[in-house]
């Protein structure tokens, strides 16, 4: 079963700041892996999808990628606005990370 | 895109007293639908993998007698947690699956706020 973490657990940057959120998976024969973003007290949305066979998928200012052997998908979002603040969630096989909160400062 | 209806957006009820949630693909069809629960301050975790016409799958310590899951038509799932207790206040989240896609993306209700008292 695939276990999913989040580093870091919260995250307080500039406006403009380029940055990278982490999220690392146990079972390298991952299926997908899918980013989200959430604010507070809804639902989830969803930004990216990254299928086993591709290794990155780019919307706007947000690209994630993905690395089977190591373990790893990072999320860079480029040039920070304050509506980016949410928590990030990523999601490797339906199993979900505790998510990042990401704050971005005017 | 694809929508993903929950009803209702939120529910108070009593302790003992059953509740039922339904999810809807309001655009596509949906042949596998999941259930997700999530605590103040954590993360989402999978409840049950709902597939249309079939018994669901419960994760590993979620009581499939409490938390009846049906599946009848490849729009609608519904949820109904049985004879509710505080601890079972939660926010309830649902996703789909469309059917009709090569790709596996899952498509999130907006979620189910639950309030036993």
């Known amino acids: 079963k695939q276990e999913v973490t989040q580093i870091p657990a919260a995250l307080s940057v500039p406006e403009g700041e380029n940055l990278v959120l982490n999220c690392s998976f146990t079972?390298?024969?991952?299926?997908?892996l899918q980013w989200f973003r959430q604010d507070p007290g809804k639902g989830l949305t969803s930004l990216l999808l990254?299928?086993?066979?591709?290794r990155e998928q780019t919307s706007g200012r947000l690209n994630a990628s993905l690395d089977k052997s190591s373990g790893r998908s990072t999320l860079y979002i480029a040039a920070s606005q304050p509506g980016d603040s949410a928590t990030y969630l990523c999601a490797g096989d339906m199993r979900f990370g505790a998510g990042t909160r990401l704050t971005v400062k005017p | 895109g694809a929508v993903v209806s929950q009803h209702p957006s939120w529910v108070i009820c009593k302790s003992g007293t059953s509740v039922k949630i339904e999810c809807r693909s309001l655009?596509?069809?949906?042949?596998?639908m999941f259930w997700y629960r999530q605590f103040p301050k954590q993360s989402l975790m999978l409840m049950a993998t709902s597939n249309e016409g079939s018994k669901a799958t419960y994760e590993q310590g979620v009581e499939k007698d409490k938390f009846l899951i049906n599946h009848a038509s490849l729009t609608l799932s519904t949820l109904t947690v049985t004879s509710a207790h505080p601890e079972d206040s939660s926010f309830y989240i649902c996703?789909?699956?469309?059917?009709?896609?090569?790709?596996?993306?899952?498509?999130f209700g907006p979620g189910t706020r639950l309030t036993v008292t």
């Open positions: 655009d596509f069809q949906a042949t596998t």
């Open positions: 079972d390298s024969a991952i299926y997908n």
């Open positions: 996703s789909a699956r469309d059917g009709s896609e090569a790709t596996d993306e899952q498509y």
């Open positions: 990254i299928q086993s066979s591709q």
